[in-house]
């Protein structure tokens, strides 16, 4: 396949451009950790200090992008929301693989009655659109980043969980797992060494191209009031904040839009060329 | 006919089982609220009261009597179609979600017809034009518009269409006119999704061997596109689409917010900030049982199209 692939230039050049897409996309991830990580030394000015005579300003050297209706800075306001949703979203990430790994893998391995209830169980969540049951979980809980992360966990490991039950069965019926079985090798021992690393990897990477996705369902609860709180800026609430000024001041509805989207858009390319990078089949 | 009573028998029990959980979680959701219901709404709304309100108040809606009493009693009412009163006004739940769901599902049914009419002729085109001029601005349009949060476009569109070029009405409801923003807001949030969906799917079908021998039989492209592609590309797209019809609510929810619609979702928001915890529960229970049923009409419909379902079903 390879002399192939060298020999036939238009998918030859194909590769290499998904392999600039994936570097590219690799940067761009970095520059918005870097922000993330550093950003209380990019920010000009402190994000939550009202400056009443200095409201609605336009650009300016002191404030780069401007002032919201309360005079605080929009550049630092929107470098503390890039914090916040990285920060939220890697929080998901973390304790959805968590949660539906262990629950695919019990469901997938132990078979029977404990697959049947867990996958029924999960029938049920996925009953109720996503968007719905993570607002009224907000709902419930109260407002605030703790309950946005519990809200987003609950509704998205189900799929996952699935995804991985089902992997996990047909991993089961491979040779080598077999083998280890009958060599006596105990179940903790087969899950963790021949069944875990290769479910990891794939989880992950299905889990990077959705973070785009927890990204801007972190922005759609904080725009309805329901995220992330006062006094911590976060891109939805901010265009949420702008509401009234939409006629005056459209910049500042348009600065952190453009914001998520950007971010929504690094997340996504990176997603799908890490995908190709690692699997050039699947395309 | 068997294998299908057989395969709706099937389907019908999952679907029971499915609204069963459904009103656990509904039910027990509201459980796990700091505090009690009761107290939450009273702090949410700061209105200071006094441990005997409370007690009086707890006597009155149930909340003393043990827990599985109580679900009982939810259940039963349930059944009625009642969802209990609102703490906000005192109006029957059932009654006020009912006025508010006839609004949003039009603004659903809106945007859903804008999403097939956009989605279908651009998904066929850019698989029959695949790698051409026409397929890549679309893969790059649709790309970047998946990025974007549907709220900031619907801010956006208002800017651009209703303010700078005032081709639209600026919010409000009641006039045909009124609708078209809000729902194309909604409906640009899920267009992506089916474009790549149809795209992927026609150019895997136009690989299959009864394309090529329906071309052996000299029938023309139009017809095999129409007939025997587009076909077999509906099966995916119908199942899929009665999900995007619970996304489509759950997003009518951030653009009722936007174009002051007296929608359920605005409806619920507002339910929400206030703690009303009947309101959220009828509201989960409404949404989840109509998702329940639209799921299991596509699915009959699906295998009513395609008898190799019903088939492999029966099969495993």
């Known amino acids: 396949m390879r002399i192939n692939r060298s020999e036939n230039s238009i998918e030859g050049e194909f590769v290499v451009r998904k392999k600039w897409a994936f570097y590219c996309s690799t940067f761009l991830v970095c520059l918005l950790f870097f922000m993330a990580v550093f950003g209380p030394w990019l920010m000009p000015n402190d994000p939550h200090v009202p400056n009443m005579a200095a409201k609605l300003q336009g650009f300016s050297a002191q404030y780069p992008l401007g002032t919201d209706h309360l005079g605080r800075c929009v550049l630092s306001r929107l470098i503390e929301g890039a914090r916040v949703s990285l920060f939220v979203a890697f929080i998901v990430l973390a ?7 262990i629950v695919g893998l019990t469901a997938g391995y132990a078979g029977g009655w404990i697959d049947l209830v867990l996958m029924r169980i999960c029938d049920i969540l996925l009953a ?33 969980a699935r995804v991985i039950r089902n992997m996990v069965i047909s991993l089961k019926e491979t040779n080598y797992v077999v083998y280890a079985k009958i060599c006596g090798v105990p179940t903790w021992k087969i899950i963790l060494r021949h069944i875990v690393p290769f479910v990891f990897p794939q989880m992950l990477l299905l889990k990077l191209i959705g973070l785009g996705s927890t ?13 992330i709180t006062p006094p911590t800026a976060e891109w939805g609430m901010m265009i949420s904040e702008s509401k009234t000024y939409l006629m005056t001041k459209p910049e500042l509805m348009i600065i952190p839009g453009v914001m998520i989207s950007l971010t929504v858009l690094i997340f996504n390319a990176f997603g799908d060329s890490l995908r190709d990078v690692l699997d050039p089949k699947s395309t | 006919m068997n294998g299908m009573a057989n395969y709706l028998m099937k389907r019908f029990l999952s679907m029971a089982l499915a609204m069963i959980g459904l009103t656990l979680i509904a039910f027990f959701l509201m459980r796990i609220m700091p505090g009690d219901p009761i107290e939450a709404y009273y702090q949410a709304n700061h209105i200071p009261v006094t441990e005997e309100m409370l007690e009086q108040a707890r006597q009155e809606q149930g909340l003393d009597k043990p827990l599985f009493t109580q679900y009982i009693t939810w259940l039963g009412g349930v059944m009625t179609f009642d969802f209990g009163t609102s703490f906000m006004n005192g109006k029957s739940v059932s009654e006020e979600l009912l006025a508010y769901f006839t609004v949003t599902i039009q603004l659903a049914l809106v945007a859903f017809l804008f999403m097939l009419i956009i989605c279908i002729p651009i998904g066929i085109l850019s698989a029959i034009k695949q790698n051409s001029v026409f397929d890549h601005a679309t893969r790059l349009t649709i790309f970047s518009v998946a990025s974007m949060p549907s709220f900031w476009l619907g801010f956006v569109l208002i800017y651009v269409i209703a303010f700078k070029l005032d081709l639209l009405p600026l919010m409000g409801w009641g006039t045909p006119q009124t609708i078209i923003l809000p729902a194309l807001t909604l409906a640009l949030g899920n267009i992506p999704f089916y474009i790549r969906m149809i795209r992927t799917s026609m150019i895997e079908q136009m690989k299959q061997p009864f394309v090529t021998f329906a071309r052996a039989r000299g029938i023309s492209e139009s017809v095999i596109i129409r007939k025997h592609i587009f076909k077999a590309t509906l099966t995916p797209f119908v199942t899929s689409l009665a999900m995007t019809f619970g996304i489509l609510i759950g997003g009518a929810a951030i653009v009722e917010m936007i174009f002051s619609i007296p ?25 989840g049982f109509f998702f329940i049923i639209v799921n299991f009409l596509a699915d009959l419909l699906c295998a009513l199209i395609d008898p190799r379902i019903r088939l492999k079903e029966n099969l495993s």
């Open chain 1, 95 to 101: 304790a959805t693989l968590s949660i539906s790994m």
């Open chain 1, 215 to 227: 990204i801007l369902m972190i922005s759609e609860l904080s725009f309805l009031g329901l995220g």
């Open chain 2, 263 to 287: 929608g359920m979702g605005r409806y619920i928001v507002g339910a929400i900030t206030a703690r009303d915890y009947y309101v959220m529960q009828g509201f989960i229970m409404m949404i």
């Open chain 1, 128 to 160: 109720i659109p996503n968007f719905i049951f993570a607002l009224v979980i907000v709902g419930a809980l109260g407002a605030g980043m703790k309950n946005l992360v519990i809200a987003i966990v609950v509704v998205v490991w189900v799929g996952f």
